[in-house]
């Protein structure tokens, strides 16, 4: 019968301290207090601590109590109490010791007596002589470990005394205990009611603090702490905003007005997102004030999906479009393809060009074939026809070939602003079957060749018939006609043709490319035949080039100009 507390190590080898009691009270609770003590919470109401060597402290209650473990201590409370156990840092027993004799006790005692006006206040201060900084440290960390306010300003009054007698010390640990004491004797107050210790409170980011008391809706003081702590306050003006649209009952503009007041009289602060009050704007129903927010988000990036969750999508397309950003005007593009009918979705991409040019852009990387509708929807007929033609640039089939261009020219005859293209399109289409026809009758491969080219190839086969026709049948200027034919010639070596095309009228490109041709060739004979009907002031030059040099003589004979 009885109980039995002990603390073992971890494998169970050693023992630390053992309680033995002899009566039967029933255990309710249990949580260490600082790294090597014990608490424990009995049914009658007694509380025993247990030390690390097996002494043991003993607090009677009313009711039993609840333990938290924490940190630095543990808490416990009930229903009537609310008390906080921890171990008296050595800091504050060097000071408050009685008989402690420690310099951090003396300059303590000394700043009690300047209180009191007594004399002998100097003499004490004076007697710590080079123990001062030790003191001086001792009394601020003493300050930080007491929760009580006036001994915390006692001890920061006594480490502000021994610091005026150091010629050098840096004040910024002192300062610091400063700040962080106020802020924590703000949290703890019983308006705030968040029981923390310094400890505690240095242990978490300063951001966790201000949550906690946003959860309590203390924005006030939060942003007031901000401020003073010198921390951006954007987490206390959202969840305040966020707070205002739940709690209001007003219609959009007014409670827009009064969020736009009260966030504009923010004095060197502003908030970098709206998107979280645009959320909480548009779940309370306020759709029009969570789009009026959304104006005032600077990413773009955050903006455009909360825009599209809210039904907005031209609205969303139009902000992704000033973003400049093409992988989000991407992602509304593929929402709305998913989202919309077909049509719908083409009206709305054809209404901004820059979404339509980059919709365009992926079909034609993906080769999709919803481009196709998506130009017969916004009656692009050029680009319909566009895409036609090039789908067929390597189509081997020529019947199949020119019937998709057919089906490309009719598309185009839609477009009154496209004539000349259509024209084009008409003489490719007769070039193709010719062709095609050309193919049969000469053996080459003409299809996909341009004009010029399939007129050198029949003209170089000695189809001299055939290519007069093409030059009819699709006006080729007099000029080209005569320097295609004139290479194909002397490509063939058909001297005799060559002759015949000189001789059949004056020559629209002259008798210098007949010559140019023949040396080209090495054929000197024939070329000059053609030097004497070349310019007198030219023949000199030709006939040299060629060797004939008797001829050149008698030329440039000819040719000298006699000054009067």
């Known amino acids: 019968n009885g109980r039995r507390i002990q603390v073992v190590s971890m494998d169970f080898q050693r023992s630390f301290s053992e309680y033995n009691s002899t009566t039967n009270d029933t255990l309710t609770d249990m949580a260490w207090c600082g790294s090597d003590a014990a608490v424990a919470s009995f049914a009658t109401g007694e509380t025993l601590l247990l030390g690390p060597f097996g002494d043991t402290l003993t607090f009677t209650h009313d009711a039993p109590m609840h333990l938290v473990q924490e940190l630095d201590g543990v808490r416990m409370f009930n229903a009537l109490s ?45 007697s710590i002589q080079d123990d001062m900084p030790q003191a001086v440290d001792t009394c601020i960390s003493a300050a930080g470990s007491e929760p009580i306010a006036e001994l915390q300003q006692s001890l920061l009054r006594a480490a502000s005394l021994g610091k005026s007698f150091l010629p050098v010390y840096s004040g910024d640990k002192l300062v610091d205990m400063c700040r962080n004491l106020r802020v924590v004797n703000c949290l703890t107050s019983y308006s705030v009611g968040i029981p923390v210790s310094l400890l505690q409170f240095q242990s978490l980011p300063f951001e966790e603090w201000v949550a906690r008391l946003l959860n309590r809706n203390q924005h006030k003081l939060a942003a007031t702490l901000c401020h003073y702590m010198e921390q951006p306050a954007d987490q206390v003006y959202v969840h305040w905003a966020c707070a205002k649209i739940r709690s209001s009952s007003t219609d959009d503009d007014a409670l827009y007005r009064s969020l736009r007041e009260r966030l504009d009289a923010l004095q060197g602060s502003t908030i970098a997102s709206f998107v979280d009050i645009a959320e909480v704007a548009n779940h309370c129903g306020y759709q029009r004030l969570a789009i009026r927010l959304l104006e005032h988000e600077p990413r773009a990036a955050n903006q455009v999906p909360l825009l599209i969750s809210m039904g907005q999508e031209r609205t969303a397309m139009d902000a992704a479009i000033r973003s400049g950003d093409a992988d989000l005007v991407y992602f509304v593009i593929f929402h709305l393809f998913k989202a919309m009918p077909l049509g719908e979705f083409f009206q709305v991409v054809g209404r901004t060009p820059a979404a339509g040019r980059l919709f365009e852009r992926y079909c034609v990387e993906q080769k999709s074939p919803i481009l196709e509708d998506y130009y017969f929807q916004d009656d692009a007929f050029a680009k319909s026809a566009h895409l036609i033609v090039v789908d067929n640039l390597r189509e081997k089939d020529s019947s199949k070939l020119v019937a998709n261009l057919k089906v490309a ?15 084009a399109m008409d003489a490719h289409i007769r070039l193709v079957q010719v062709q095609r026809q050309m193919e049969q009758e000469l053996g080459l491969p003409l299809v996909g060749l341009p004009l010029n080219e399939t007129l050198a190839q029949c003209l170089a086969k000695g189809n001299y018939a055939r290519g007069s026709k093409l030059r009819t049948e699709f006006k080729i200027p007099e000029r080209r006609y005569y320097w295609i034919k004139l290479h194909a010639l002397v490509l063939r070596r058909d001297w005799a ?33 053609y030097i004497a009907r ?31």
């Open 82 to 126: 609310h008390e906080f156990l921890c171990k008296v840092s050595e800091d504050s027993k060097s000071v408050f010791q009685i008989g402690s004799t420690s310099p951090a006790a003396l300059l303590y005692d000394a700043m009690d007596g300047i209180r009191a006006h007594s004399s002998r206040a100097d003499d004490t201060v004076r």
């Open 409 to 423: 020219h009719k598309i185009l005859l839609n477009d009154r602003a496209r004539a000349l293209e259509s024209a």
């Open 497 to 529: 043709e060559l002759a015949r095309l000189a001789n059949a009228k004056k020559s629209p490109i002259g008798y210098t490319p007949f010559v140019d041709e023949c040396i080209a060739a090495l054929q000197y004979q024939e070329a000059a035949k």
């Open 534 to 564: 070349c310019e007198a002031s030219e023949r000199p030059h030709h006939y040299l080039r060629i060797g004939f040099y008797r001829e050149a003589a008698q030329a440039a004979a000819k040719d000298i100009d006699v000054l009067p």
